[in-house]
């Protein structure tokens, strides 16, 4: 046999050499596809909970207190909610290539290039820099979110990190609700009183958007998703509902639990969802509609009516101040500055004297809050868009039409409760915050994950 030079000898691996090698990049490519994103998904959502967790309470000094509202910096000016939208944006655009597929799908860039558009006519228009930049910062928790649901994908395990986000979200409304406590004992709020705090609210509008997705995702199949159900419902009944006494909120609630029902009444495999009746989910929706049904008697006061206000501000000439403020707002705008400026708008940054004595970057009717922005054309065809189209393509999906794909009525069966009570929210509340964006980019990014992909990566 021949002798190995020296040369040879100092080039020559043994192999248990190579499989550490092998084995070394096995460890750095699991951190950087399965750790990593972990830790990107809980650093983003301590980013966007810090300013809610800092100003939890301050609504029970009433608008002086909210007006006290802190920010909380990182460095350099940077606030911690802004580098949590920079960090989920970049990091999904980094790691996630279903993400940079998301953002360079026409009608997201048709989105950016009317941002772009808009932002630019508001600088033209005189509009102050810093509301121009507050817009453009609700916005990109847009993009945020549509980030986020990307992190969530790429953890491995995307229906454990999302029932998670949601009890971290249940938490922050249980600590809202107790700083916010105005008097010495819990009766007396629930009977007296009522819970109003933006931190609540907020939150509440975040948990009613992951609470259907979750139950649209998981399928509420295993006892801990079920428990987890049971701990955020009980949770935000008791904080939003009983001693929050919101309208709004209280419906939304109703309105999520009764359309995720109707998704769990069909059979689903590890890619769609069928047209095919499932007995266990018929008992699962059930149970949700039992839910249901305790949320319309607690609004119209049949039950816990000595608890909590929130029949009575439904019922009394307070339940209807809520609508008649609102009206009186648009009414007030419209005496001082008329129909015209709604027919070209004023691009972002643009706003109005509120009745409440502050600049206010939207109205609570929603709509009008896009004729402000954008003028009368883009907000007709966002209006059809919204509350026409979506609508009757939910309605073909749940009755089975042939003319959507298995995976395309997966999607609208899985996002249209999260979607309509954002819309909800939007028409009668504003729908015009950060909250609001987030929500509305995890619906977006959930839509076209699920249409192109199905269910596949929430089979596991």
Request: hydrophobic residues 50%; aromatic residues 12%.
């Amino acid at each position: 046999m021949p002798l190995s030079t020296p040369s040879q000898k100092r080039t020559m691996v043994r192999p248990d050499q190579g499989q550490a090698a092998v084995d070394s990049r096995s460890v750095v490519m699991f951190v950087i596809n399965r750790l990593l994103p972990v830790f990107l998904v809980y650093l983003v959502i301590a980013l966007y909970f810090s300013e809610t967790l800092v100003n939890a309470g301050l609504g029970k000094g009433g608008l002086a207190g909210v007006a006290e509202r802190s920010r909380v910096v990182i460095a350099f000016g940077i606030r911690a909610m802004e580098l949590g939208m920079v960090v989920a944006i970049g990091s999904a655009f980094v790691l996630c290539r279903d993400y940079r597929q998301l953002l360079f799908r026409p009608a997201i860039l048709a989105v950016l290039a009317f941002l772009a558009l808009y932002t630019v006519y508001g600088i033209l228009h005189g509009n102050e820099l810093g509301f121009i930049r507050k817009e453009l910062h609700i916005w990109g928790w847009f993009f945020g979110g549509m980030g986020l649901f990307s992190l969530l994908l790429k953890t491995g395990q995307p229906k454990l990190h999302l029932i998670l986000f949601l009890l971290i979200a249940s938490g922050v409304l249980y600590y809202a609700a107790i700083e916010t406590q105005t008097a010495k004992s819990w009766r007396f709020v629930l009977e007296q009183s009522r819970l109003w705090d933006p931190s609540i609210f907020r939150t509440s509008n975040l948990i009613i958007t992951l609470l259907g997705l979750t139950i649209g995702l998981c399928a509420l199949r295993t006892p801990f998703q079920i428990a987890a159900l049971a701990v955020v419902v009980s949770n935000y009944f008791y904080c939003t509902v009983l001693m929050g006494a919101n309208r709004g909120l209280t419906i939304v609630l109703g309105l999520c639990l009764a359309l995720a029902s109707l998704g769990l009444l069909f059979q689903r495999n590890d890619k769609e969802i069928t047209t095919t009746l499932n007995p266990k989910g018929v008992t699962l929706a059930a149970v949700l509609g039992v839910l249901v049904l305790l949320v319309g008697l607690t609004l119209s006061g049949w039950v816990f009516a000595d608890s909590t206000a929130l029949s009575s501000r439904l019922w009394s000439s307070q339940g209807m101040g809520g609508l008649e403020d609102r009206v009186n707002e648009l009414s007030i705008y419209l005496r001082e500055e008329g129909w015209l400026p709604f027919l070209w708008g004023g691009g972002l940054g643009a706003t109005f004297d509120s009745q409440h004595g502050y600049r206010a970057v939207f109205f609570h009717l929603g709509v009008f809050t896009y004729l402000l922005k954008f003028g009368v054309l883009p907000t007709l065809l966002l209006v059809l868009f919204l509350y026409v189209y979506v609508p009757l393509r939910y309605l073909r999906a749940l009755l089975g039409a042939s003319s959507l794909s298995p995976f395309q009525r997966t999607a609208m069966l899985i996002i249209f409760p999260s979607f309509l009570c954002w819309l909800a929210s939007m028409t009668v509340s504003g729908g015009y915050s950060e909250v609001h964006a987030l929500n509305m980019g995890l619906v977006v990014a959930a839509y076209f994950h699920l249409s192109r992909n199905g269910l596949q990566e929430f089979a596991r």
